[in-house]
């Protein structure tokens, strides 16, 4: 009876834990920093993935203009600005990222079609956005390249990442992100991309947002 007793209370409370990820740890992951009309409202790139099985909008305020803010998010990139995120855990896999502490000049050109790597060049798996729609100091779309099903027959994730800066007054910015991402909905892709992505880009993508707010205020103090 006690052992019966024991699964059973193991079971409750194992239930009311996913219950309780599911109803309120996720959606705050999924919309961290956003307003309800920003997590609902539509932004430039979302017509690149069309009905995405993963999106989360993250956003910050940042009490600096948006020409101050735009900079670094233009330079972001590996073998660039870096991601703002947590270098060393980044780098445990190789991924070779330096967050940069300055505005570089050559990093603030961004053209449709270009090239924002997340990884090595030389990486097995070439991971990689493409420039799909750049309008500064406002706008960046970020999309996949190639072919969706080559992605899926290689367990990636077809993405678009949309970065929006908008005029809050007062010399304030509000920053928001937006992953979209579709995959192939296995057991194994629903683990790995959307399960397993969640809680991952919730942290990487919260430490790059502050991060960005981080510089662009500070960069802002000491002007």
């Keep these: 009876m006690r052992v019966r007793t024991l699964r059973a209370a193991g079971a409750l409370a194992g ?76 780098n445990l896999f190789g991924l070779g990222f330096h967050s940069a502490d300055r505005i570089v000049p050559e990093l603030q050109h961004l053209g449709i079609g270009d090239q924002v790597w997340m990884v090595p060049r030389d990486a097995s798996v070439p991971m990689y956005f493409q420039v799909l729609d750049v309008k500064p100091p406002t706008v960046l779309v970020l999309g996949p390249h190639g072919d ?30 937006r992953l979209r991402a579709d995959f192939k909905p296995t057991a194994a892709g629903l683990l790995v991309n959307k399960y397993g992505l969640e809680p991952v880009h919730f942290l990487m993508e919260r430490k790059m947002l502050l991060g960005i707010r981080q510089r662009a205020e500070l960069a802002g103090a000491s002007a």
């Excluded at 992605?151 to 005029?167: H, I």
């Design 15 to 90: 239930g009311a834990a996913l219950a309780g990820y599911a109803t309120v740890i996720r959606p705050w992951m999924l919309g961290w920093g956003a307003t309800d009309e920003e997590v609902r409202g539509a932004l430039p790139g979302d017509d690149v993935i069309k009905q995405p099985r993963y999106q989360a909008t993250h956003a910050v305020t940042v009490h600096a203009p948006i020409a101050d803010v735009w900079p670094w998010l233009v330079q972001i990139g590996q073998g660039r600005g870096g991601l703002y995120s947590y270098d060393r855990l980044e």
């Design 148 to 177: 969706p099903a080559e992605a899926y027959e290689q367990g990636l994730p077809w993405s678009s990442w949309t970065f929006v800066l908008r005029d809050r007054g007062d010399a304030t910015t509000r920053l928001i992100a």
